[in-house]
Structures are given as C-alpha cells and as structure tokens.
T-cell receptor, first 116, second 116 residues
Framework: AQTVTQSQPEMSVQEAETVTLSCTYD???????LFWYKQPPSRQMILVIR??????QNATENRFSVNFQKAAKSFSLKISDSQLGDAAMYFC?????????????FGQGTILTVHP | ETGVTQSPTHLIKTRGQQVTLRCSSQ?????VSWYQQALGQGPQFIFQ???????GRGNFPPRFSGLQFPNYSSELNVNALELDDSALYLC???????????????FGPGTRLTVL
C-alpha cells in the first residue's frame, strides 16, 4: 500500500517571502500522480498543483512550483511571494496511474501561517 | 460551470442512528469519491462510484454504503452511527480520460457530522 508522509506539522512564513513544504511517499509503482491540495478554514479542499510521475519537468502554477525527485520519492511544494490568502492546511496526495480506480492517499497535512 | 456541492452543511446525530449525506458532482463529471476527514487529519478514502457502480473501497465497514444516480449525483449512507464517525465528509468528482479514471478530483465543501 502507498503511504504519504508530511514531516512538518506546522510552518510559518513572512508575507512576500518563500516557503517550502515537504512531502515524501512510498510506492512500488512506476506510474502515478502527485497532488498538493490546500484546505483553508472554509474546509473546501482546493487543488494547488498536479504532477505526473512520467514527466521529468517540475509542475508550476503561478507562484506555486514543485520539486519532484522520483528516485528519492520526494515531492515538495514551493510557494513564492507568499500572500495572506495562502494561509491554510496543505495536503500532499498520491494517486496510482490509469485504470487503478482513482483513490487518493493523503498525508497528515502541514498548517501554513503567513505573517504580515 | 457548476462546482461540487454537498448537503447538508452540518448534521448532528446520536449514536445508533442512520445518516444520509448528498453530493452533486461538477458538471460533466461522472465519477464521485467519498472521503472521511477526522479533525486535524488527512482525508481517508471511503469508496468511489463510476457510472453508478462502486469502483473501489477503502478500509471502512459495510455500514458505510453509497449510491450513484443516473445524473451522477451520489449519496453516502452510514448506519448504526458510532462516536468515531464524527468527522468532515468530503466528496470529490472527476471524469475519466483515455479509458481510465485518470482525471483530477475536485472537492465539495464537505458535511460536518457530529455524533453524540
């Protein structure tokens, strides 16, 4: 079974600064997908970024980028120019490749605080 | 485009009762997944429905059951409620591409269930 580990229960950053959230995972599969989701106090889980394991290029979405290290099974999220609205719980999630059913396996989450 | 909606927002039940939670999938999506999120934890996969059939189940007892309707909306039913069933219940919708269930899951706002 796949597992996802987020070793940082809490992180904080100053507004406009950069922060990196860590995620490691364990799998024997070669084809899979990785995600970062954000969950603000409103509770709605919002997709931040997605990475396909077969792609060597790291995904980027505006101020959000990932460092995907397949051999090390590491998938960190970098938030640049942090904004107050980035404050939330962040979850790293794993999904097996096509035809697998689509179950997401989540990490324990990292609470991000942004200081003005 | 209509996003994923869930009802009710909050629910309070007593131990031993039964509850039904509802989810309307995002327009164009035919797959619904249900997750249970205990306070301060990552979501745990309950099950998934694809075109009205169960398509994968997590480690939850049979008293957790579901349905998907022809319009792809879905229900989660929990019988014989226990105190540990108190959680946020999230549903997510997606749609397959390329013959497999590969697409990203988009989440609803959740239903907060409290069991007394």
């Amino acid at each position: 079974a796949q597992t996802v580990t987020q070793s940082q229960p809490e992180m904080s950053v100053q507004e406009a600064e950069t922060v990196t959230l860590s995620c490691t995972y364990d799998t024997s599969e070669s084809d899979y997908y990785l995600f970062w989701y954000k969950q603000p106090p409103s509770r709605q889980m919002i997709l931040v970024i997605r990475q396909e394991a077969y792609k060597q290029q790291n995904a980027t979405e505006n101020r959000f980028s990932v460092n995907f290290q397949k051999a090390a099974k590491s998938f960190s999220l970098k938030i640049s120019d942090s904004q107050l609205g980035d404050a939330a719980m962040y979850f790293c999630a794993y999904r097996s490749g096509p035809f697998s059913g689509g179950k997401l396996t989540f990490g324990q989450g990292t609470i991000l605080t942004v200081h003005p | 485009e209509t996003g994923v909606t869930q009802s009710p927002t909050h629910l309070i039940k007593t131990r031993g009762q039964q509850v039904t939670l509802r989810c309307s999938s995002q327009s164009g999506h035919n797959t619904v997944s249900w997750y249970q999120q205990a306070l301060g934890q990552g979501p745990q996969f309950i099950f998934q429905y694809y075109r009205e059939e169960e398509n994968g189940r997590g480690n939850f007892p049979p008293r957790f059951s579901g349905l998907q309707f022809p319009n792809y909306s879905s229900e989660l039913n929990v019988n014989a409620l226990e105190l540990d069933d108190s959680a946020l219940y999230l549903c997510a919708s997606s749609t397959p591409r390329g013959g497999g269930i590969t697409d990203t899951q988009y989440f609803g706002p959740g239903t907060r269930l409290t069991v007394l």
